[in-house]
């Protein structure tokens, strides 16, 4: 896509995510998603203490890893979604381990380089981002993790049934329902690994429809 039509898309996205979580307050829930619950089995046996998570929302995984004994730094391009989880998280009691941060994951994350133990992002990359802006965030994920940090990750792919329906917006990315979302290819996965321990790229399904997703993990050198 060409960079105006990729900050038009970028903005009718925010527009359209702070709308939903205004109209649905924690629209996910409370329960954590199940790659939440495997990431943290994997950042707890990789010694990890201090968790990023792109793409955090209203915040139900953020406070399970808090839940779980990490330290968690949330961001969203969602004011109202990451409102909504300082919420949560002072209710629980949780302050103290969970910190937000309104950001667009198109700019450079706000964090200094190997800063972070893990990071975790579930359908996050697989928004309404262009494959070059996709491997701009992954670069930025290796510059802030630590050697042999964590990262893993959930994209729907290419064999998901909404794939080619709706609104093309090009790059691989179609609009249904006024969500963006960007299919990945294996080779696209692969791409993003490359530097990288690529551990796994395991298949699942989530939702009524269902929606068909990979779950990957890597890991940067030591």
């Given amino acids: 896509m ?3 039509r990729q900050d038009a898309v ?12 205004t109209a649905h307050p924690g ?12 990431a943290a089995e994997v ?16 915040g139900r995984d953020a406070l399970f890893l808090a839940r779980s004994g990490f330290t968690v730094r949330a961001t969203d391009f969602s004011a109202v979604g990451l409102g909504q989880l300082r919420e949560a998280a002072q209710a629980a009691d949780l302050a103290e381990r969970v910190t937000t941060t309104v950001h667009d994951v198109r700019t450079a994350l706000p964090l200094p380089g ?6 975790f992002a579930h359908m996050l990359l697989c ?5 070059r802006e996709i491997q701009a965030v992954v670069a930025e994920v290796r ?7 964590t990262f893993v990750y959930t994209v729907r792919h290419t064999d998901d049934a909404h794939f080619g329906a709706g609104t093309d917006l090009g790059d691989d990315i179609w609009e249904h329902g006024g969500f963006g979302v960007h299919y990945f290819s294996r080779d696209l996965v692969e791409t993003l690994a490359d530097g990288w321990q690529l551990v796994e790229v395991q298949p ?13 993990t890597q890991v940067l050198p030591a």
């Fill in 143 to 149: 510059r802030v993790l630590r050697p042999s940090g």
């Fill in 2 to 4: 060409a960079d105006h």
């Fill in 204 to 216: 699942f399904e989530e939702g009524a429809l269902p929606r068909r997703l990979w779950r990957v």
């Fill in 10 to 21: 970028a903005q009718a996205q925010r527009e359209h995510w702070q709308r939903t979580y």
């Fill in 43 to 58: 950042f707890r046996a990789a010694g990890a203490r201090e968790v990023l998570e792109l793409g955090a929302g209203h």
């Fill in 127 to 131: 928004m309404a981002l262009s494959t």
């Fill in 27 to 38: 629209m996910y829930g409370e329960e954590p998603s199940t790659p939440a619950r495997h």
């Fill in 114 to 119: 190997a800063s972070v133990d893990a990071v």
